[in-house]
């Protein structure tokens, strides 16, 4: 008891038993009178009450004192049918229809969240309760779902979780709104409307999967809910709500049903496969159409009509009466569509990503599942619904490299952010918390890249020291397919520099071995030459391992004119500006008002707003973004055309062609707007050109160029 008692309490409190012990001793005179029998039972039985007193006291210390707070969710510990009654008045407000004006800023109230060592929103999860109308009808036909259970139990777990209501950042009902089809609209509103914290919805959070209903079937939840955020499955463009909404994937049941095993990337028995079995009837004639073009590459699957329906009929599809094991069969294509149906957000996005297949995905202004963070390019295929006739040949353009790539990070998405309910939940949660904590969040590389590619010793320059030390030196890059004579050349030039701490050779002859150890130079540095299976040009900027500085020198094997000085001097400037693209030819691009687009100018001229990376200093971060974030297309257009990687690392820099005009304005398309800067800059070293003892000069050795 008395671990509840304050010390003085507790002092009192022995003193009075003492003052007890020693009236009654055996030992000597009482030292005060006998009290009489009335005045003892007196005080035993005020005794008694100030014992009781504080312990009660101290109970009520250590208890919670919200009656919110004291209910902690947890479908373990309480049924739904033991879930208190709530009736709802048929007079009880309806919220609002939803602001789709609302943004973080306006109807997110952020100083709930304060402050946290540990950057991390609290989350309150509403005790559960059975809510129905005045004559006992159920606002729900299905009351809580396996699925929704599943959600709620995974975010009490989490460290998000509080079940303190004063310390929580964001409020989540236990009014499963998952599935619109099971809900009835305005009770559902006006349900949301009595709860305590509602404040018209403001930092509240609803997910849904299943939005609208017959016939038009709307994009987002139509449950008024005034200002709460919305985690939806089916946004459109129209109804999303940029950086406010969180945009989640329709669950698949199978997911967790069905255990398909990863499989290695590669070719697959067919090239495009589609599962789907409610398809609008114009698609699917559009599909027999490319069937009957391109014979046995494609798979065109549909229901079973000879299966009686049930669980074994959901996991089967057929095609001319031959039965197919679902979603088993998506395994043995390389791309698999995925077509709008009566809804934007479809379950078969899951399961086609958890096959490891690539999906295709034609949903016009469909708000892909967390395209707030996720890079789907680097995992899908997006086509426009009126280029379904082009969808063969769009696909067979793309380099087989590429698709085994799209195949691994399609698995990775799935495990990642698909796989449960608790996937989901925590992901968003996170891109909730990411906005609310900007300096905490994840980058885009801890959201888009698999635990193989190593980002933990790469930082953007952006943020280094002001000048990077000197100790590292750089690592130079030399890209070569057959030209020895020049590479060796190059090599010996680039081993007399300083400043260098390793040289890596990237041979892009598949068909030729290199020289062999004995015939290459003598260097006093390590030296390694790098095999490639395919001669890209992007191979020059590909992350290697092996790149330990922050420096890198790309240069090609027919650059023999630079001097060590040169080179030197050029490490020299580029640590002073390690943000930026340090070489020695630059070139221009200029607006031809004719042709109305841009031109690639070769010609010197005073003016620069690009340096070619046939020998140019850059910081390895580069490599990451080129090989893992280039927008759009553009690394495999340069690839097709072996021609203008160059130009690319710029337009990548500069934002963090003939063929030239071509490459500048295909670029330029693609990433939406002009990035390259013309400037007239120049860096040369001190006595450059003065008429001094070449003793006096640090870089003696250094020409015109």
């Not at 193989?452 to 952006?462: A, G, H, R």
Request: contains cysteine.
């Amino acid at each position: 008891v008395t671990e509840f008692l304050s010390p003085l309490l507790v002092l009192a409190l022995e003193r009075l038993i003492m003052c007890a012990s020693v009236k009654y001793g055996s030992r000597g005179p009482a030292l005060i009178p006998r009290m009489k029998t009335k005045h003892r039972i007196y005080y035993i039985t005020l005794f008694s009450v100030v014992l009781l007193g504080l312990i009660a006291t101290g109970m009520f210390q250590f208890w919670p004192h919200s009656i919110e707070s004291s209910a902690e969710w947890s479908l373990d510990r309480r049924s739904v049918h033991d879930a208190p009654l709530v009736r709802i008045p048929m007079s009880s407000p309806i919220p609002e229809r939803g602001d789709l004006s609302c943004r973080m800023h306006t109807c997110f109230d952020v100083y709930r969240c304060g402050y946290n060592p540990k950057n991390k929103i609290k989350v309150y999860i509403y005790p559960l309760q059975r809510f129905v109308d005045e004559v006992g009808v159920p606002i729900s036909s299905t009351g809580l779902s396996r699925e929704y259970n599943d959600l709620l139990s995974a975010i009490s777990d989490s460290d998000f979780y509080t079940d303190d209501v004063s310390r929580a950042c964001l409020f989540i009902p236990s009014i499963d709104v998952l599935n619109q089809n099971s809900l009835r609209i305005r009770e559902t509103a006006q349900a949301l409307a009595m709860l305590p914290r509602w404040d018209k919805g403001m930092n509240h959070l609803l997910f849904n999967m299943l939005p609208g209903g017959p016939p038009d079937y709307n994009t987002a939840l139509d449950v008024p809910r005034d200002r709460a955020l919305l985690a939806g499955g089916g946004f459109s463009t129209w109804t999303y709500r940029q950086g406010y909404d969180v945009s989640i994937p329709v669950y698949s049941p199978l997911s967790a049903e069905v255990d398909l095993p990863e499989r290695q990337p590669g070719p697959r028995r067919y090239f495009i496969l589609s599962s789907q079995t409610a398809i609008h009837r114009e698609y699917r004639v559009e599909l027999e159409r490319l069937k009957e073009e391109n014979g046995e590459a494609l798979l065109l699957l549909d229901k079973c009509s000879n299966l009686s329906q049930g669980l074994a009929s959901v996991r089967k599809r057929c095609y001319k009466g031959q039965v197919y094991d679902y979603p088993q069969i998506l395994q043995e294509s390389s791309f698999c569509v995925v077509l709008r149906g009566a809804r934007l957000g479809q379950a078969t996005l899951s399961d086609v990503l958890q096959a490891g297949c690539v999906p295709v995905i034609m949903a016009d202004s469909y708000i892909l599942p967390f395209s707030e963070v996720l890079d789907w390019k680097r995992a899908s295929v997006v086509i426009p619904e009126e280029k379904l006739p082009e969808m063969y040949t769009i696909l067979k353009s793309i380099p087989h490299r590429q698709v085994e790539e799209m195949q691994r990070q399609a698995r990775w998405f799935w495990e990642a952010y698909f796989s449960s309910m608790k996937a989901i939940g925590m992901t968003t949660l996170q891109i909730i918390n990411d906005r609310i904590y900007p300096y905490a969040a994840r980058t885009y590389e801890e959201w888009n890249n698999p635990p193989v590619v190593k980002w933990t010793s790469v930082n953007s320059p952006l943020f280094l020291p002001l000048i990077p030390p000197r100790s590292p030196g750089f690592t130079a890059v030399v890209l070569t397919y057959d030209r020895i004579e020049s590479l060796f050349r190059v090599i010996t030039e680039i081993s007399k520099v300083p400043s260098l701490a390793k040289l890596l050779v990237v041979w892009n002859n598949q068909n030729k071995s290199p020289p062999e150890e004995s015939l290459w130079p003598k260097v006093a540095v390590p030296l390694k030459v790098l095999r490639t299976k395919e001669n890209k040009l992007s191979n020059r900027f590909f992350p290697f391992d092996e790149i330990e500085t922050e420096a890198v020198l790309a240069i090609d094997d027919d650059i023999i004119m630079l001097t060590s000085d040169e080179l030197q001097f050029g490490y020299e400037v580029w640590r002073e500006f390690p943000d930026r693209l340090v070489g020695y030819p630059g070139r221009l691009h200029l607006w031809d008002h004719e042709m109305g687009k841009w031109k690639y100018e070769s010609e010197w001229t005073n003016e620069v707003s690009m340096v070619l990376t046939g020998a140019a200093f850059y910081h390895k971060y580069f490599n990451y973004l080129y090989t893992y974030k280039m927008p759009g297309d553009i690394k495999n257009w340069v690839d097709a055309h072996m021609n203008c990687e160059d130009i690319a690392m710029n337009f990548l820099v500069s934002t963090i062609c003939p063929i030239m005009s071509e490459c500048i304005n295909k670029f330029a398309s693609v990433f939406g707007t002009m990035p390259l800067k013309v400037v007239e800059h120049r860096a040369d070293p001190v006595l450059y050109k003065d008429d001094f003892p070449e003793k006096l000069k640090s870089f003696p050795n250094i020409g015109s160029l």
